[in-house]
């Protein structure tokens, strides 16, 4: 199996949106291979002809009707954002 | 007054002949909370003032108008949403979070009358099996302290364990309500996937998710999963059946039933005491008439690497939605707003949400996709299969619930693997979406070792009537934990 190396970490870090030392990258690459490693063991198995399991239940798309239903109040969906101005949501500077 | 040792029937005889009333019964349970906290650490935020009040009202309603459940105490894991109480799911990156809405099933316990009184301690994000995962405490093991309580619904099955509370709510993705149960010696039942809606469960991995009750007796767990299941608009994966009455399937007749006993669930790192709890429990079930037969689930060995890819690859994606922008936790540094979202999430989530987000987006990034996601999906497909083939010749599926009893604290946090190892036999139902309880079946060392029962697609109540036969038949689920005496009753 392939290495995990310290600069693919950094790589899926930067995919995921998380921001990690290069410290923390060598101990999460360590682990990451052993895990990884330990996931070869499905190769063993010949799936060519296996159809993938995305759900195990039976079920077709679930339609509703096309019909407006009131959302929830602007002041309570507020309530949990840490900054906010006349009902917008404040985040930093994202255009200079 | 004690309400610690009593049964939901037992409660509402006392509640029914005046011995005691629904808000002294609150009260009490606080009592003991309060008195237990600081040996268990199970409960997050407490729902005190509001279940007070709750409880006073509910006295005032006729008796022909309350339910099996009315006015008795639960407790809700933390990754269920509750209006107006905090909800964290144990992570930092959501400290403060104040729902605005009710998940489903705190809607349905409202409509069965239940007083919650709190919210219980977890792994962060349900990822892991010993509650160390949480950022806020350790809950303990109310058998023996300096162990864990088993993950990730670990506040859950040590809050009832205690005797803090004689319900609670978990949810369990690779095991999470039946591992705690089973280190706690508890009756924890993962429902069929669809069984129980999950808007408002804090998504993990949702394909595998699923909302379950935790309690001391198989009957009170019955009672708990009618008042909780049923179809949701809310919920698309929720299914579309009719919900049966699991107490009423407790008839104490297994009389003719075919149980398969997988020989994999016996094999190499399965401890010879679990084995020997559940050899003994088959023949307390062939005394009353079960036929048990060896068989195989020939892909068990493959669950847990199918599993680790399929549940962190629905993490990273489900995880992305926690960016600081409308709840949660902020980073007080960023210049731009990908610095932002960067700093937000490395401050906001502990190691072992990284190391999953990280595992689930490995896995499903271009050049890997079909070597790791793809082909977990198929074993999927191979592990599912195992059991409808089982499922043709056999009622139910019996084997131990964990290869080992609870562990001690802080012993195996550092290694993962080993970590990972403890959910094998509790995995692939989830991957299959069967349902199965874990019951109390034995000791070791004076921790508990469960028995898991696994069931057909929708037909947990053969689950309950053949748990409710071994619970009848033993005194297993009486026996208490060191922390039951000395705590105000």
Same mark, same amino acid.
């Given at each position: 199996m392939a290495k995990m190396t310290k600069e693919e970490v950094i790589e899926v870090a930067h995919l995921a949106r998380l921001a990690i030392t290069d410290e923390e990258a060598e101990h999460f690459a360590d682990q990451l291979e052993a895990i990884t490693n330990a996931m070869?063991?499905?190769?063993?198995?010949?799936?060519?002809n296996v159809e993938p399991t995305t759900h195990v239940l039976q079920m077709v798309n679930v339609l509703r009707e096309d019909k407006s239903i009131p959302g929830l109040d602007r002041d309570l969906v507020l309530k949990n954002v840490k900054e906010h101005e006349g009902g917008q949501v404040k985040v930093p500077t994202i255009l200079e | 007054m004690s309400l610690v040792d009593k049964t939901a029937a037992q409660l509402q005889e006392m509640i029914h002949t005046k011995e005691t009333t629904i808000a002294e019964l609150t009260e009490k349970a606080f009592d003991r909370i309060e008195a237990l906290e600081p040996k268990v #650490? /199970?409960? =997050? /935020?407490?729902?005190k003032d509001r279940a007070t009040q709750q409880a006073k009202e509910m #006295?005032?309603?006729?008796?022909? !108008? &309350?339910?099996?459940?009315? @006015?008795l105490p639960i407790g809700v894991k933390d990754n269920i949403v509750t209006e107006g109480l905090e909800t964290t799911a144990s992570s930092r990156i959501l400290e403060g979070f104040n729902p605005i809405y009710n998940a489903t099933v705190v809607e349905k316990l409202k409509e069965a009358g239940m007083v919650t009184v709190g919210k219980l301690n977890m792994d962060e994000f349900a990822? @892991?099996?010993?509650?160390?995962?949480?950022?806020y405490k350790k809950t303990k093991n109310?058998?023996? =302290? !300096?162990?864990v309580p088993g993950g990730s619904s670990g506040g859950s099955a040590a809050a009832v364990a205690a005797g803090e509370v004689p319900f609670t709510l978990g949810s369990d993705t690779g095991g999470s309500i039946r591992q705690p149960a089973a280190f706690c010696g508890v009756v924890g039942m993962k429902p069929t996937?669809?069984?129980?809606? &999950?808007?408002? =469960?804090?998504?993990?991995a949702s394909s595998l998710d699923q909302i379950g009750p935790i309690t001391r007796t198989v009957k009170d767990n019955a009672l708990l999963l009618n008042a909780i299941s049923g179809h949701d #608009?809310? #919920?698309?994966?929720? /299914?579309n059946v009719e919900v049966p009455d699991f107490a009423a399937a407790l008839t104490g007749d297994i009389t003719g039933l075919r149980i398969g006993v997988p020989k994999e669930y016996f094999? !190499?790192?399965?401890?010879e005491a679990a084995k020997q709890a559940v050899h003994d429990a088959l023949k307390v079930l062939e005394e009353r008439g079960a036929i048990c037969e060896e068989i195989s689930l020939p892909h068990s060995k493959y669950a847990l690497a199918t599993y680790y890819l399929l549940a962190s690859s629905e993490a990273s994606s489900n995880l992305s &939605?926690?960016?600081?922008? &409308?709840y949660g936790y902020r980073t007080e540094?960023? @210049?731009?707003l990908l610095e932002f979202y960067m700093n937000t999430r490395s401050e906001g989530f502990g190691d072992e949400v990284k190391r999953r987000i990280m595992l689930g987006t490995y896995a499903l990034s271009s050049g890997y996709y079909d070597a790791y996601y793809k082909k977990a999906q198929k074993v999927r497909t191979l592990i599912k299969k195992d059991f409808d083939d089982a499922f043709e010749k056999y009622d139910v599926i019996i084997g131990p619930?964990?290869?080992?009893?609870a562990f001690k604290i802080g012993?195996?946090?550092?290694d993962p693997l080993t970590m990972y190892a403890n959910d094998i036999l509790t995995i692939p139902v989830n991957l299959a979406g069967v349902p199965a309880i874990s019951i109390p079946c034995g000791f070791e060392n004076g921790l508990p070792l469960g028995l898991q029962i696994i069931g057909k697609y929708f037909d947990e109540e053969t689950v309950y009537r053949v748990a409710d036969v071994f619970e009848q038949a033993t005194d297993f689920h009486k026996k208490t934990p060191q922390t039951w005496e000395g705590a105000a009753q």
């Open positions: 070869e063991l499905l190769n063993e198995l010949d799936t060519e | #650490d /199970a409960f =997050l /935020a407490l729902n #006295d005032g309603v006729p008796f022909a !108008e &309350r339910g099996p459940l009315f @006015g990822m @892991g099996s010993s509650n160390e995962n949480s950022y109310p058998w023996n =302290l !300096e162990t996937y669809g069984r129980v809606s &999950r808007f408002g =469960l804090i998504a993990y #608009d809310k #919920d698309s994966t929720s /299914a094999a !190499e790192g399965v401890g &939605r926690f960016d600081g922008i &409308r540094k960023a @210049g731009n619930t964990t290869p080992t009893p012993e195996i946090i550092d």
